[in-house]
C-alpha cells in the first residue's frame, strides 16, 4: 500500500520544513509496510505539480494536512486525490478544531496528534475494521461515525526521528533564515524539544491544548543532541531553530541541555522562542555560552490594555524593555512579534505599538494583522462582537482581514507597512539591513520574508 502525506503551502515560501509530517512518515516507516511519501508544495506551489505528483506515485491513501489560513488549498488537494479514487485523510489543527467543517469533503478525519491515530488507522483500514481507531472521524455505512477519544499522550522521546529524506532538505536549509541577523549565509534547520503550552493567551488557547493537552512534554536533552548530530552530519547545518511555543518553561531542562551541548563539540549556533517573563539574565547567559544567539518573543501590543483585557498574555510592557536590553547586553540578538488590528483596538493603540517596537532593542520585528483562528478563546470573542468571515482565507494573518473591527483592512494594511518602514529604518538597525544586502544570499531571504507583509 502507498501512503501520500501532502503539505499544501501554496504562498509565503519558507524555510521551515514540515516536520510534523516528517515525524509521522518516520512512524508509518517504522511501525507498517506501507510505502509512504511526501508531498511538499513550497517549492512548487502549483497543482500541477500536485497532480503530476500523484499520477506518477499512484497512491491509494492521501493524508492532508489542514490549517485554517490554508483550508481551501487543502480541499482543493483533497479534490484531486479523490479523482484518482484515493481514501483521502484529513488531519492537522484545523481538522482537530473543526472537523464538522471537512467531513463532507473527505474519507475520514484524525484528532489531535497523529502519529499513532494515523498509523493505527491504516492499519485497520486494511483489515477493514476502523471503528477500533480511537481519535478519528470516518463515514461508513453513509453514515459518519465518532470513536472515542485518544486519551494516550505521545512520550516524546519514543518517536523515531522525523523522516528528513522524504523532503527537500537542501532547499530548506538554503532558504532557512533564522539567524539571518548573524549572518546570512548560515545554513540551518529546525528541531522540535517540546509539544504543548500551559499558557492561556487568547489567540492561541485553548487549541493548543486540544492539540498537545495540557502539560508541556519534553524529549530528553540526550535525545535531541543525538538527533541534532545526526542532521548536522548529513546536511553541514552551522545552526539550528527550536520550534517550540515556549521552551524556557523549564529552566532546569534548559540548564541541563545546555550543558550537554557544551560538552558534545557540536559548535552550533542556536535560537529558540519564549515569553518575557520566562527568560533572565542568569539563564540567557547560560544559553549564550552553549551558542544561543537570537530569542524570539511574542509581545503583541504596545498597549497594556490589549495586552490585558483582550489577549489575556500576562506580560508587563516594563518588563519587555527590561528583559530585551539584558539579551542585548549579553549578545543576544532578538526578534519580536507583533499583531496589530486586535478587537476593540483603536487607531492611537496601533500606533502605539508601532511606536513601542521602534524603542525597543530588538533587532528583528514582525507585524501581522490579528486573525482570531477558529477555536480560540479570541475567536469566540470576535463572534459574539462583530462580524467574522466564513471563508478561511481571511483568517492570513499576514495579509488579510478576518473581523470587521473598528480599524478598517485598508488602515491596517497602511499601519502594518508603516511599522515595518518605521521599525527597520531605526539606526540601530541598518547594520542589520546592510548584512543582508551585501550578498546575493542575504537579499533572498530579506526579500522572503517582505513578501509576506507587501
Same mark, same amino acid.
Given at each position: 500500500?502507498?501512503?501520500?502525506?501532502?503539505?499544501?503551502?501554496?504562498?509565503?515560501?519558507?524555510?521551515?520544513?514540515?516536520?510534523?509530517?516528517?515525524?509521522?512518515?518516520?512512524?508509518?516507516?517504522?511501525?507498517?509496510?506501507?510505502?509512504?511519501?511526501?508531498?511538499?508544495?513550497?517549492?512548487?506551489?502549483?497543482?500541477?505539480?500536485?497532480?503530476?505528483?500523484?499520477?506518477?506515485?499512484?497512491?491509494?491513501?492521501?493524508?492532508?494536512?489542514?490549517?485554517?489560513?490554508?483550508?481551501?488549498?487543502?480541499?482543493?488537494?483533497?479534490?484531486?486525490?479523490?479523482?484518482?479514487?484515493?481514501?483521502?485523510?484529513?488531519?492537522?489543527?484545523?481538522?482537530?478544531?473543526?472537523?464538522?467543517?471537512?467531513?463532507?469533503?473527505?474519507?475520514?478525519?484524525?484528532?489531535?496528534?497523529?502519529?499513532? +491515530?494515523?498509523?493505527?488507522?491504516?492499519?485497520?483500514?486494511?483489515?477493514?475494521?476502523?471503528?477500533?481507531?480511537?481519535?478519528?472521524?470516518?463515514?461508513?455505512?453513509?453514515?459518519?461515525?465518532?470513536?472515542? &477519544?485518544?486519551?494516550?499522550?505521545?512520550?516524546?522521546?519514543?518517536?523515531?526521528?522525523?523522516?528528513?529524506?522524504?523532503?527537500?532538505? =537542501?532547499?530548506?536549509?538554503?532558504?532557512?533564515?533564522?539567524?539571518?541577523?548573524?549572518?546570512? =549565509?548560515?545554513?540551518?534547520?529546525?528541531?522540535?524539544?517540546?509539544?504543548?503550552?500551559?499558557?492561556?493567551?487568547?489567540?492561541?488557547?485553548?487549541?493548543?491544548?486540544?492539540?498537545?493537552?495540557?502539560?508541556?512534554?519534553?524529549?530528553?536533552?540526550?535525545?535531541?543532541?543525538?538527533?541534532?548530530?545526526?542532521? &548536522?552530519?548529513?546536511? =553541514?547545518?552551522?545552526?539550528?531553530?527550536?520550534?517550540?511555543?515556549?521552551? +524556557?518553561?523549564?529552566?532546569?531542562?534548559?540548564?541541563?541541555?545546555?550543558?550537554?551541548?557544551?560538552?558534545?563539540? #557540536?559548535? #552550533?549556533?542556536?535560537?529558540?522562542?519564549?515569553?518575557?517573563?520566562?527568560?533572565?539574565?542568569?539563564?540567557?547567559?547560560?544559553?549564550?555560552?552553549?551558542?544561543?544567539?537570537?530569542?524570539?518573543?511574542?509581545?503583541?501590543?504596545?498597549?497594556?490594555?490589549?495586552?490585558?483585557?483582550?489577549?489575556?498574555?500576562?506580560?508587563?510592557?516594563?518588563?519587555?524593555? &527590561? +528583559?530585551?536590553?539584558?539579551?542585548?547586553?549579553?549578545?543576544?540578538?532578538?526578534?519580536?512579534?507583533?499583531?496589530?488590528?486586535?478587537?476593540?483596538?483603536?487607531?492611537?493603540?496601533?500606533?502605539?505599538?508601532?511606536?513601542?517596537?521602534?524603542?525597543?532593542?530588538?533587532?528583528?520585528?514582525?507585524?501581522?494583522?490579528?486573525?482570531?483562528?477558529?477555536?480560540?478563546?479570541?475567536?469566540?470573542?470576535?463572534?459574539?462582537?462583530?462580524?467574522?468571515?466564513?471563508?478561511?482565507?481571511?483568517?492570513?494573518?499576514?495579509?488579510?482581514?478576518?473581523?470587521?473591527?473598528?480599524?478598517?483592512?485598508?488602515?491596517?494594511?497602511?499601519?502594518?507597512?508603516?511599522?515595518?518602514?518605521?521599525?527597520?529604518?531605526?539606526?540601530?538597525?541598518?547594520?542589520?539591513?546592510?548584512?543582508?544586502?551585501?550578498?546575493?544570499?542575504?537579499?533572498?531571504?530579506? #526579500?522572503?520574508?517582505?513578501?509576506?507583509?507587501?
Amino acid at each position: 500500500m502507498k501512503v501520500t502525506l501532502v503539505f499544501p503551502r501554496f504562498k509565503y515560501m519558507s524555510g521551515d520544513p514540515p516536520l510534523g509530517l516528517a515525524y509521522l512518515a518516520s512512524v508509518l516507516r517504522n511501525s507498517t509496510d506501507v510505502d509512504v511519501s511526501i508531498l511538499d508544495t513550497t517549492f512548487h506551489p502549483t497543482m500541477d505539480f500536485i497532480c503530476s505528483f500523484l499520477d506518477r506515485y499512484k497512491p491509494d491513501i492521501v493524508g492532508v494536512y489542514f490549517w485554517t489560513p490554508g483550508f481551501n488549498d487543502g480541499l482543493k488537494v483533497v479534490n484531486k486525490a479523490k479523482e484518482r479514487d484515493c481514501f483521502t485523510v484529513a488531519g492537522g489543527p484545523h481538522a482537530t478544531i473543526l472537523p464538522e467543517s471537512l467531513i463532507d469533503h473527505v474519507d475520514a478525519i484524525v484528532l489531535g496528534e497523529g502519529e499513532y +491515530t494515523f498509523t493505527d488507522l491504516i492499519q485497520k483500514y486494511q483489515k477493514g475494521n476502523m471503528c477500533e481507531v480511537a481519535g478519528i472521524w470516518y463515514w461508513e455505512n453513509s453514515k459518519v461515525i465518532k470513536t472515542k &477519544k485518544r486519551e494516550q499522550a505521545i512520550n516524546l522521546d519514543e518517536l523515531p526521528y522525523p523522516a528528513r529524506d522524504l523532503l527537500d532538505m =537542501k532547499k530548506y536549509i538554503r532558504t532557512w533564515h533564522l539567524l539571518d541577523n548573524i549572518d546570512p =549565509k548560515l545554513d540551518g534547520t529546525n528541531f522540535v524539544a517540546s509539544r504543548g503550552c500551559s499558557f492561556n493567551c487568547s489567540f492561541c488557547q485553548p487549541t493548543l491544548k486540544e492539540l498537545f493537552g495540557y502539560k508541556i512534554r519534553i524529549r530528553s536533552p540526550v535525545h535531541i543532541i543525538k538527533e541534532i548530530a545526526l542532521v &548536522k552530519e548529513e546536511y =553541514k547545518i552551522d545552526a539550528f531553530n527550536f520550534v517550540d511555543d515556549t521552551l +524556557t518553561a523549564n529552566k532546569k531542562w534548559v540548564t541541563d541541555f545546555c550543558t550537554r551541548l557544551s560538552d558534545s563539540g #557540536l559548535d #552550533l549556533l542556536w535560537s529558540c522562542s519564549t515569553r518575557i517573563d520566562m527568560i533572565n539574565e542568569k539563564l540567557m547567559r547560560v544559553m549564550y555560552d552553549a551558542g544561543l544567539r537570537k530569542l524570539q518573543i511574542g509581545i503583541e501590543s504596545g498597549s497594556q490594555r490589549i495586552l490585558n483585557d483582550i489577549y489575556h498574555k500576562g506580560i508587563k510592557l516594563d518588563d519587555v524593555r &527590561k +528583559t530585551l536590553s539584558s539579551a542585548k547586553r549579553i549578545g543576544i540578538n532578538t526578534m519580536t512579534f507583533f499583531m496589530l488590528g486586535a478587537p476593540t483596538e483603536i487607531r492611537e493603540e496601533a500606533e502605539q505599538t508601532i511606536r513601542f517596537a521602534r524603542s525597543l532593542d530588538a533587532d528583528e520585528a514582525t507585524f501581522s494583522i490579528t486573525s482570531p483562528l477558529p477555536g480560540t478563546e479570541l475567536y469566540e470573542y470576535v463572534k459574539r462582537r462583530y462580524h467574522i468571515s466564513n471563508n478561511y482565507d481571511d483568517f492570513d494573518y499576514y495579509g488579510k482581514r478576518a473581523f470587521n473591527g473598528e480599524l478598517s483592512f485598508k488602515q491596517l494594511r497602511w499601519l502594518q507597512k508603516k511599522a515595518v518602514l518605521y521599525f527597520y529604518t531605526h539606526p540601530c538597525r541598518w547594520n542589520y539591513v546592510l548584512k543582508h544586502l551585501v550578498s546575493p544570499k542575504g537579499i533572498h531571504k530579506m #526579500l522572503i520574508k517582505l513578501k509576506r507583509f507587501m
